[in-house]
């Protein structure tokens, strides 16, 4: 009696109301929401110089490299300020001076300003470093 009562109730829970479709789902629409522009204080605009100091400060970015700390702060600037940021802060464009890379350095490209070495300088003379002969001792 236990088994009829446990089939009767498995049963009673089957959902024959499983229905398939061959109509495809309709295509969503991906919105392309602008990011917004950063706000920043009054001071930061006024100098932004001081700005990106304190904002790289290691008290600040704590882990952060400050190469990238620089990178991101001018970033956020040049979106505020548009034309009027200065030319010192202005976004690096390193990434356009990509050259393709050596064996040496182990990566396939190298980005930014070129080693001094492929500019065409002469390389650092070889010093000696023998000792000078010195005085004998002073006899008493």
């Avoid at 000696?128 to 001792?137: E, H, K, M, R, V």
Wanted: proline share 16%.
């Amino acid at each position: 009696m236990t088994t009829a009562l446990l089939f009767a109730l498995v049963l009673q829970q089957a959902a024959p109301g499983v229905v398939w479709s061959d109509d495809p789902p309709a295509p969503v629409e991906e919105v392309a929401v602008a990011a917004p522009l950063p706000v920043l204080p009054a001071h930061a605009l006024a100098d932004p110089y001081g700005w990106e100091r304190s904002q790289c400060s290691p008290f600040i970015r704590k882990d952060e490299p400050l190469e990238h700390c620089q990178a991101r702060v001018r970033v956020t600037l040049a979106a505020a300020m548009g034309d009027r940021l200065p030319d010192g802060l202005r976004p690096s464009k390193a990434l356009e001076n990509c050259t393709p890379g050596t064996a040496a350095n182990g990566y396939a490209i190298q980005c930014g300003p070129r080693p001094v070495a492929a500019l065409g300088a002469p390389p650092p003379r070889k010093r000696s470093a023998t000792a000078a002969p010195s005085a004998p001792p002073a006899a008493p």
